[in-house]
């Protein structure tokens, strides 16, 4: 893709984003990952909004499979995207569904320098874990399959709908998080924290890796919201999701 292609993609994604419309953009033509980043982050620099921390989706095997991807893909999440205490939020168009994640904030720079990225190096660089419900979609009116479309079209971030945060918890218990997940107080699925990576640390760590390859790393108070760790649901207007994480707690939203 040219770079001049590469812009007009960009800015496209970013004006579908603000306005919540969709295009029919040809993702599909994208040559490389680098290359979809880079779209990617040009579409973020086009919205324009303070970046809140990094959402990453792919993390267990299920979201892999429903969005054709062979690993882990991550994007920025912009202030608007970010959510605390939600009670309603209205679907965009061409919202896929809902994932049950954990979202974890930054107590400081990670990885410092020469430091390892290891599952402990992570907990001592994590101020607080709490429950999250993503919201994952598309820009694009065409479902294309595979990481580099989904990479650009900012990583099918729509937002992160944030519970209360948790301290104090054990870096052990986080690997066993039962979660279930309700639709009008009826179970409809649940899932088990262990389906992210393992361990939802090593997502961060995951994430921690892959900026570091580019000469990043994540910052103090970032937010870091690890993917599903349940199958991705469906969900439409009019319904009440609620998530319990157990020791994590709950989080609710009224969607319309």
């Not at 994208?30 to 921390?53: N, P, V």
């Not at 009670?87 to 974890?104: D, Y």
């Not at 190096?121 to 580099?148: E, H, K, L, Y």
Request: with cysteine; net charge negative; proline share 4%.
């Amino acid at each position: 893709m040219y770079f001049e292609l590469k812009d007009t993609t960009a800015d496209i994604l970013a004006n579908c984003r603000r306005r919540e419309e969709l295009c029919d953009l040809p993702l599909d033509l994208i040559a490389s990952e680098r290359e979809a980043y880079e779209i990617q982050a040009t579409a973020q620099d086009t919205l324009g909004f303070e970046r809140k921390g990094y959402a990453i989706v792919g993390t267990s095997e299920a979201s892999r499979h429903m969005f054709g991807l062979n690993g882990p893909i991550y994007s920025e999440i912009p202030a608007f995207a970010l959510q605390r205490k939600a009670e309603n939020f209205r679907l965009p168009p061409g919202t896929i569904g809902a994932q049950c994640e954990l979202v974890f904030t930054m107590l400081r720079s990670f990885p410092d320098e020469g430091e390892q990225i290891t599952p402990e190096s992570v907990a001592d660089a994590v101020m607080s874990c709490r429950p999250a419900i993503g919201i994952v979609g598309r820009r694009t009116r065409q479902a294309f399959a595979g990481a580099n479309a989904a990479i650009a079209d900012f990583g099918l971030h729509v937002a992160t709908l944030c519970g209360d945060h948790v301290g104090n918890i054990e870096v052990g218990d986080l690997a066993e998080i039962d979660v279930t997940a309700f639709l009008f107080q009826q179970t409809v699925l649940s899932g088990n924290s262990s389906s992210i990576m393992g361990n939802p640390l090593n997502a961060v760590a995951w994430l921690a890796a892959a900026l570091a390859a580019n000469g990043r790393q994540l910052e103090p108070s970032d937010v870091v919201a690890t993917g599903s760790c349940t199958t991705i649901l469906q969900v439409c207007a009019g319904q009440h999701l609620a998530a319990d994480f157990g020791p994590l707690g709950q989080v609710e939203c009224i969607f319309n």
